[in-house]
Structure formats: C-alpha cells, structure tokens
C-alpha cells in the first residue's frame, strides 16, 4: 500500500512517501479499513518532532482522525460488516495507546484498528465530517459540554478559536446559547468565524484581547458588582494563560484542554482566590461525546470546518500549512 512514514523525530521535511509499504494484517478482533479520510492535528506535529516522555515505536505511520470503509474482518469480528462505514475511536481503551501515535495510523491507503474501536457513521454525515470529529471536536465537546458545562445567556472568550477545537467550541457554544465571543490572528479568520456564529471577534495580533474584555465588559470585582466574562476557553497557555484569568467575572471558570503555546506560563494565583476563580481541566474525550457529536452533525446543528482535503503525497505540504496555522478548522488527507 501507498503510505506516509517517519523513521525517526524531525521536521516535515522527514515523512517520507512510501509507494509500497507493507499491508496491515488483521488478527483476532481486528479490522482493516480502507481509509476515505484521515484529518490532521497538531498532535501530529508533538509526534512527528518528539515530546518529553513519550517514546514513539519507528517507523510509524501517523495519522489520528481516520474515517474509511471496512476492507477485511479478522477471526472474532461480530456486529460488522465488509463495505460498513466507520470512523474509529482513536484510543484502544484496553491497551490504552493512541492510534497515530503508539499504533500505525490513518496516513495510508489501509489502516488496523481493534474491533472495539469502531463507530459507525450515519448515512447523512460524510467521511470528510466524521473524520474531523474525534480528537478536536471531541476534545471540544468535553470542554464544552461535558466538563465546561455551557449555559444559556453567559459570555464566553474562546482563544484561538479558528483551528478545529477552536471552531467546534464556537458552534457548540451558540448552541447552548452564549454569548460567544472568539479571539484569532487574521480578519479571514475572523470573518469565517462571524460566519460561523460567533458574536464578536477579537484580532488578537494588533488587539490585546484582555484589555478589549475589559472595555467592553468591565474588570472582575472582588465585592459588589463584578465585570469581566463567565467562560474563557484556553488551550494555548502561554503568554495567554494570567490575561485570560483577569478576563473573568467573580466565581467565572478557565477551562484549558492543552498547552500549545507553553505548559509553564506565567501565575499570578491572587486572582484565583480574590475573585473565587475556576480552574478546570478538560482531557481528550469518551465514545458518548463522539456519539453525541455524530448525533449533531447528522441533525445538522453542528457543521464540522474542513478548510480542504489533499492527496496522500500532498501530506507535507498539509503540515505545513497547518504548522504555519494557515488552516480554518481542519484540513484532510485523501489516500
């Protein structure tokens, strides 16, 4: 099979294009799908260029949103079928490792996957949506939702609200609906994320989105009435990390799913206790927030953001857009 692989950590420029990489083989309770899609995230990129503690098993082919068609059934296999669309939960929750990661992943024209790992996709969403929904939008739901907790009428800062959690977490908010305010780097962006729902849009490259907070919706007080909003959505950390808590109204809630600007930003723990803050963390997702996101999709309340799909040998040039953060929500690979 054609495939994409990495026999050691690098840069983009160190997935290699393989014409002839070897099939997967299923064993017992395993599938192999023939891959339709397979969305990208940051993630890949930790993967690709290495992260602390982590020790990933080379060659590997990344790759961990994969949506695709049942091509063979190993011994044990019950319940499906060859031909049966599926997008997989990308975490084996009995081996505990991630596909793409630990496991060979969607970068290739087939994948192997556990039988436990499928879910089936309704006939109305596409493989493109379903492919974007696991790792970003189900980390989004759990931020949101699950954990976050979002209600009607709060007031809610999302900061870099253009990528896919980012984008989910707009939809998700108005649907709840908050008053959704999204923070990104260029006015493209910005007018896709209006178009998207969102009420109102800081530039956070030539704005400081804490001092637009608080001029629109005033500073927190530790007594009397207090300004500043209910909700901020934070997973870049970061030089962002003190600003968003300086943003919240008295007993607001700082929901952070990630790091990706820095996981040792600078604390001032004042205001946590000053203004009886909520610090809470939101990690990855579980297959009742996939199904609850699948459910959305195919009702169509919720619009997965794939800014385009490219072929398998375009892979590196779709690293490199996204590594340069010049995607709107995401962007697929097409084997």
């Known amino acids: 099979m ?34 339709k899609v397979c969305a990208l995230n940051y993630h890949d990129l930790f993967t690709l260029r290495g992260m602390p503690g982590i020790k990933v098993p080379m060659p590997i082919i990344m790759g961990i949103d994969t949506a695709g068609e049942i091509a063979e059934l190993g011994p044990e296999v019950e319940d499906w079928s060859v031909g049966d669309r599926v997008v997989i939960d990308p975490i084996d929750r009995e081996k505990l490792k991630l596909q793409g990661e630990m496991m060979d992943g969607g970068l290739a024209e087939y994948i192997k996957v556990q039988a436990h790992q499928l879910i089936r996709i309704p006939d109305a969403v596409s493989y493109e949506q379903a492919a974007a929904l696991p790792v970003a939008y189900g980390t989004a739901y759990r931020t949101m939702v699950t954990i976050g907790k979002v209600a009607a009428g709060e007031k809610v800062l999302i900061l870099g609200a253009s990528g896919g959690v980012g984008t989910c977490c707009v939809q998700l908010a108005k649907l709840a609906g908050a008053f959704v305010i999204a923070a990104a780097s260029t006015e493209e962006k910005i007018q896709k994320l209006l178009d998207l729902g969102a009420d109102e849009c800081i530039n956070y490259t030539d704005q400081d989105f804490m001092r637009v907070i608080h001029a629109g919706y005033g500073k927190p007080r530790a007594l009397g009435e207090s300004g500043g909003i209910d909700m901020v959505i934070n997973f870049t950390g970061g030089e962002t990390w003190l600003p968003s808590l300086k943003c919240l109204t008295r007993g607001g809630r700082l929901v952070t799913c990630g790091a990706t600007a820095g996981y040792d930003p600078k604390e001032d723990i004042r205001y946590i206790w000053t203004f009886e803050l909520n610090i809470i963390g939101a990690n990855g997702w579980t297959r009742d927030d996939l199904h609850a996101l699948l459910k959305l999709v195919e009702d169509g309340k919720l619009l997965p953001s794939i800014e385009e799909t490219v072929s398998l040998e375009d892979t590196r040039d779709a690293f490199q857009l996204l590594d340069e953060r010049k995607v709107f929500g995401k962007i697929g690979i097409v084997p």
């Open 2 to 35: 054609r495939a994409m692989v990495i026999r050691e950590h690098g840069e983009i420029d160190s997935i290699t294009y393989e014409p002839a990489w070897p099939d997967p083989v299923a064993g017992a309770g395993e599938v192999i799908l023939k891959v």
